[in-house]
């Protein structure tokens, strides 16, 4: 699986895009990119995946670039609920589901 | 609320003893996998059973064990315990052998003293 690299933290004003980048250079062809989120302590909670087309679903949007080595997750108006670490994945499609968590992005949502 | 249940949430207990965390995934997911965040570790992945067999086993001690039952429920057995072993433990599931999209209970918060 892809290796990816976030930023440690960013910082968002409420109601405000929150942009949340990642770098994920090595990805194969066949990786999925996959975004979660944890708010506090409590269970990971998925948000979004794609392959190489943007998607879009009631919680984010995600752009992939063209060329597939970043991506970056929009939370089109941030609240103060949205205030979580949030993991970018590089996930292959072998015959295991597990997951790597990185150290992922802080973000802060501020009033 | 994910579907995914995990008991207890909190669990104090001693070094050296034996404790069982229980999961039971969404209906009609058959995957479970188990994690365990700890303060200097991160999420790691510990172990993954697809309809009762075991399917993938990550970085887990061999004084932890696990089974998935004939009904998909999963225990995540841990014995001899350790300071070290204080961490938080998430069980989450998934409809398919290599689903990325995983769903996670609450966790189980353990504390070795």
């Known amino acids: 699986d892809a290796k990816t690299t976030q930023p440690p933290s960013m910082d968002c004003a409420e109601g405000r895009a929150a942009n949340l980048p990642c770098n994920h250079s090595?990805?194969?062809?066949?990786?999925?990119v996959y975004w979660y989120r944890q708010i506090h302590s409590q269970g990971p909670q998925y948000i979004i995946h794609?392959?190489?087309n943007n998607e879009t679903n009631e919680m984010a949007s995600l752009i992939i670039t063209e060329d597939r080595k970043s991506s970056t997750l929009i939370l089109p108006h941030a609240t103060l609920r949205d205030t979580a670490v949030y993991y970018c994945?590089?996930?292959?499609?072998?015959?295991?589901?597990?997951?790597?968590f990185g150290q992922g992005t802080t973000l802060q949502v501020k009033p | 609320d994910s579907g995914v249940t995990q008991t207890p949430k909190h669990l104090i207990t001693a070094t050296g003893q034996r404790v069982t965390l229980r999961c039971s995934p969404r209906?009609?997911?058959?995957?479970v996998y188990w994690y365990q965040q700890s303060l200097d570790q991160g999420l790691q992945f510990l172990i993954q059973?697809?309809?009762?067999?075991?399917?993938a086993k990550g970085n887990i001690l061999e004084r932890f064990s696990a089974q998935q039952f004939p009904d998909l429920h999963s225990e995540l057995n841990l014995s001899s315990l350790e300071l070290g072993d204080s961490a938080l433990y998430f069980c989450?599931?998934?409809?398919?052998?290599?689903?990325?999209?995983?769903?996670f209970g609450p966790g189980t918060r353990l504390l070795v003293l």
């Open positions: 994945i590089g996930k292959g499609s072998g015959n295991t589901g597990k997951l790597i």
């Open positions: 090595t990805i194969s062809g066949n990786e999925y």
């Open positions: 794609g392959l190489k």
């Open positions: 059973y697809y309809n009762g067999e075991e399917r």
């Open positions: 209906s009609g997911d058959l995957s």
């Open positions: 989450a599931s998934s409809v398919e052998a290599s689903g990325g999209t995983q769903y």
